[in-house]
């Protein structure tokens, strides 16, 4: 008989997640838990103002104080060509400044010392003597004609431009504009936000002399990538570098990039032949490491007065801070900004986007969002809203009439993304039907009476997730596949191992039920184990929603190629011919004879102890998995606010989310994702964002500033869910980790300009602070939280 | 947490607390509850040479109603003593109401009322209720007590009327004329968020009749807003909605607000003026009952 496959934890179990078990009881063990003898420890002095040249640096002081082992600065780094290093983008980012300093924060020296204490005070010992120079902190500044040139460094940098970058049918776009009987055009500014993980940024370097070999824990999300960036930039042979990524305390992209602590606390020490720990605290982290978004959309939408949409256009300008070191596949320069418009019917569209150098942080760009998707998303559902207003349609009903249909996939988009599944319209339905969609028009009528504002959103989206396949995505050209490795032991229990790096995801849990679902090995028997780069098969790592999508794939198909070789070992078992051998979960049978079988525990033992002539011993396998294409799940949001017409000050009254990620390994997991990705959301509507004054100081410097929300403001959501499985992947899977943060920021928003679109409002750039809601309201005019920016061409 | 090197004594007495602050001749600072004091440790803002720890000294963490009806709060006494006092919600509105509002429910368990009227943040909540209340301090010092009145006692941002050398031991509110009512407004982008603005209305009432009436401000200011004056319009009238109207308008003339990117200045004094009207308003007699 079949083991029932919810008691054994496999597919579709509400498994508790098995890492909480250590993370409650304060038993995680991250990487300022680990103690190292001998170890000392690194801080970095951060330069105070924008923009600067060096002119001087006296580090005497700071090398005088007792304790102080190291003190390293630019032009020490330079010596060794470390001074500088390359990014994901194919450009160079300071490690320690030498020439001048490009953004506030930026790394100017590092002492190393016998505590942190003592290497703190060292760091306040240390003159700079700093020339300000005119901070650029916007892309209106750095386009200017007499604008100062922040990257004097780059030969051959022409002004502050980063890239010129187009993609679609330009001839044919314009040819539909021309035809349109109606074009809606938006200006808006996705501000920039930082992910922002509880857990900082910090690195421990062990350099063992004797050995030649470095040991290297670091808060990565993607430990593989920092060894080979380490074999590349250091040159360590790659055998000897050890990459760990133990407990991770949250990275939502923040912690992808390679940071310059962690280069230089390798430096120090390979110098002091002791092991170095940096723990960067959350200033640091807040104004010196990978921010998200901060791009300015134009977008126009070429329109028949039926409501069909002919054509869109879309020019976005983004700032990239000091550095191009924004995290994506090196094909695209503005990421998948691209996959907007991906669920409507479109017959062309074109983009152009252009990047700009300014004096702010740079970038690592994807906060909980595949390579800028959540500004492409959210850009199209504000586009989308605009438009239906325009047109006097219905919001539902504009969607619906241009959503792709069911039976017409796969589907080219308008920009060439191929998507392959989905029910847009019946999530659209679920969605409708739960927050009371057809009252809602007579419910506001009668509020407005009232002198109430209620208002109402929608935003629907399909987003590609799940890089790669290999064909088109690389990151500085490896080519993005990942891995799984399982052993089975001989009692029938099993260790897994991933090229993935869970941060909160919960693939301890995850990737055993999907062992569990291919194998009936029951999950509490197998452990699974990621982040050490001397034991993980490789992999690029986890970011981008990728994990189950190709991560969890590779689980699938090693599992399968182990029950391929207990297939054998139970044929031998049972005497019979491999073709005569049935499966069902956890067990061989022969087929003619059902109550003759062998569990793949009796086969696990046999692997050991009693294996057919001629075959290896073991049970175990790995798997490389290139997906065939991206994984494309759906997402119908609704949003019902009311405002308080004195203050701006606005309330959500009801979230209904509809959720399409095909087959779901774990439904209370990917409950918590779609939960804690709609908090994220609602923060960057309501009251989250990197913000600088004019001369160039970061304003988010601290958890004061810088605003996450708790649970005492967060809204109550409602969650559905709708079920199309991914044609592609082994279980049906899609990706899910960023579909709430990148879905549920319009929503807020539309709700917010559908309350106030009487008063013919019909731009509030995020946050939606009180203060911007009510000059909206007052004044019946669009806000922009930035000057608004001129398209690049 | 890196603070520079500092020494640490927790005496148990007021008196040897006083000596150490005596000894310390302005480098010496006391920690209460520590909710602002251990954050500027933190970023290194402040660097004390000595910390003098309160917290050991018994008998300070009180709140009391005397016969007299005046309120006394002890230097101990903390936040979420005052948000939890049955006595407090029915006799005091106006901290009853700002209570909950002052930062979140976990710096409410540490930080103290009186430490946080001491640290004079022109944010912060306390300051403007107490000033609204008319109230004021007991401290001590190495001459013995004194009591400094709420409105002499915050000079601007983070600058108190106290000697280096004196505690506040002590806040008290007078025993109200008539019935207390009133109520704290106070607009933040999330919980534990200092105020963008916020209101505290006091007022001492015989009926619909207003025998004396106490506002203040915090957060449209370089220091909390004494709006007393302005308030004052009120004793002697009936609570009515155009002399409330007049009230607003001139307590949020008063507040001198910068714009920033929590709102325009304009758009602060709306808040006040609001606010004012809101709390106001919801004091007339006849909605009370
Ligand atoms: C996250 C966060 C959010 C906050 N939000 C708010 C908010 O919304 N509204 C608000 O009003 N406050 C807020 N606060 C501050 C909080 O209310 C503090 O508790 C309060 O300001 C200080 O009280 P304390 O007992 O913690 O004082 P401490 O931090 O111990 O001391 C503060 C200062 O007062 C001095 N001091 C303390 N007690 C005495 C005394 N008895 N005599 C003389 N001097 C003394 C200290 O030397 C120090 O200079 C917040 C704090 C945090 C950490």
Known sequence: MSLDEIKIGGLGASRRRVEDNRFIRGKGNYVDDIVLPGMLHMEILRSPVAHARIKSIDTSAAWDMPGVRLVLTGEMMAARNLAWMPTLSYDTAAVLATDKVRFQGQEVCAVIADDPYIAKDACAKIVVDYEILPPIVNPVQAAAEDAIQIRDDKAGQVGNKVFDWEIGDKARTDKAFEDADLVSKVEMHYPRTHPSPIECCGSIADFDRATGKLTFYVTSQAPHIVRAAVALVAELPEQQIRVVSPDIGGGFGNKVPVYPGYVVSILASILTEKPVKWIEDKTGNLISTGFGRDVYLKGEMALRKDGKILGVRMNTISDHGAFFADA?????????????????????????????????????????????????????????????????????????????????????????????????????????????????????????????????????????????????????????????????????????????????????????????????????????????????????????????????????????KVRAKARKIAAHLLEVSEEDIEWELGRFYVRSNSDRGVTIQECAMAAYSNMPDG????????????????????????????????????????FVAVDDCGVRINPMIVEGQIMGGLTEAYAMANMQYQTYDEEGNCIGANYMDFLLPTAWETPGFELYEVVTPCPHHPIGAKGVGECATVAGPAAFVNAVVNALSHKGVRNIDMPLMPNRVYEALTTGKDVYGMPPVRSGN | MYPSRFKYESPKTIEAAV????????????????????????????????IVDINNIPGLDYHRFDADGSLHIGALCRHEDLEHSAEIAERQPTIAAAAPLVADPIVRTRGTFVGSVCHADPQGDWAATMIALGGHLVVQGPKGKRTIDMKDFVLGPYANALNYNEIAIEAVIPAPKGVARGGYLKLERRVGDFATASVAVALDMDGNRVLRAGIALAGVGGKTIDANEEASALVGHDLTESIIDTVAAAVAAKAEPRTDHRGSSDYKRQIVKTFVKRILVAQIAEKVA
């Open chain 1, 328 to 560: 994506q596949p090196s094909k695209f320069k503005i990421g998948l900004m691209h996959s907007a418009f991906a669920c409507y019917d479109i017959p062309t569209a074109h983009m152009f986007a252009t990047g700009y150098y300014t004096n702010k942080a740079p970038g690592g760009v994807a906060y909980r969002c595949s390579f800028r998707v959540t500004e492409a998303m959210f850009f199209q559902e504000r586009m989308v809203h605009a438009a239906a207003d325009d047109l006097g349609m219905d919001q539902a009903e504009f969607r619906r009439v241009n959503f792709v249909k069911d039976d017409d996939f796969p589907h080219r988009t308008a920009f060439g993304f191929l998507t392959d599944s989905g029910q847009y319209e019946k999530c659209l339905n679920v969605g409708m039907e739960a927050i009371g969609y057809k009252d809602f028009a007579k419910e506001q009528e009668e509020a407005r009476k009232r002198g109430k504002l209620l208002g109402i959103g929608i935003s629907t989206m399909t987003e590609p997730l799940g890089a790669g396949n290999s064909r088109e995505y690389d990151i500085l050209g490896i080519k993005m596949f990942d891995s799984a490795e399982l052993r089975v032991h001989m009692t029938g229990k099993a260790i897994l191992r991933t090229g993935a790096k869970t941060q909160g995801q919960g693939h301890e849990t995850t990737w055993a039920q999907i062992v569990a679902h291919e194998l009936g090995i029951p999950a509490e028997d197998i452990v699974v184990e990621e982040g050490d780069t001397d034991t993980a098969p490789f992999g690029m790592g986890t970011y981008a929603s990728r994990s189950t999508p190709v991560a969890g794939a590779a689980v699938s198909m090693a599992a399968r």
């Open chain 1, 615 to 654: 075959m290896e011993p073991g049970l175990e396998n790995t798997a490389y998995y290139d997906p065939p294409n991206l994984t494309w799940p759906f997402a119908a949001y609704f949003c019902k606010v009311e405002i308080d017409p004195e203050t701006g000050v606005w309330d959500v009254l009801q």
């Open chain 2, 19 to 50: 000596a150490l602050l005596d000894a310390g001749k302005g480098d010496a600072k006391i920690l209460a509850g520590g909710q602002s004091l251990v954050p500027m440790l933190k970023l290194r803002f402040a660097f004390p040479d000595q």
